[in-house]
Nanobody
Framework: QVQLVESGGGSVQSGGSLRLSCIAS????????MGWFRQTPGKDREGVAS???????YYANSVKGRFTISQNSSKDTLYLQMNSLKPEDTAIYYC??????????????????????WGQGTQVTVSS
């Protein structure tokens, strides 16, 4: 069963840093691409950063230069280092992956891939 579990969220002041982690259990780490998304109430979920199997990374313009996506050498854990956090970064952050599926319901296109499975999310709150 696909399972992604995020951790590392919390509350910080503007300018602070947080590091999110996502552990993929049961051989669920995507062989195509893994990514981070975020969502605030009333808004669509949006892509933040992704990393392909060959190490190519993509970032939303709003986080370029402040966030860094990475993965461990065994490719079962995904990270998102978030620096210089701003109040507008406040959101629930979701880990996501890409798997072969014809079912596109709930999928989001980012970095050239259709992300179609998700973790449960972790809250990040940045205060001014």
């Amino acid at each position: 069963q696909v399972q992604l579990v995020e951790s590392g969220g919390g509350s910080v002041q503007s300018g602070g840093s947080l590091r999110l982690s996502c552990i993929a259990s049961g051989n669920t780490y995507s062989k195509y691409s893994m990514g981070w998304f975020r969502q605030t109430p009333g808004k669509d979920r949006e892509g933040v950063a992704s990393i392909d199997a060959d190490g190519t990374t993509y970032y939303a313009n709003s986080v370029k230069g402040r966030f860094t996506i990475s993965q461990n050498s065994s490719k079962d854990t995904l990270y998102l280092q978030m620096n210089s956090l701003k109040p507008e970064d406040t959101a629930i952050y979701y880990c996501a992956g890409v798997r072969n599926s014809r079912d596109t319901r709930g999928s989001i296109l980012f970095g050239g891939w259709l992300f179609n499975y998700w973790g449960q999310g972790t809250q990040v709150t940045v205060s001014s």
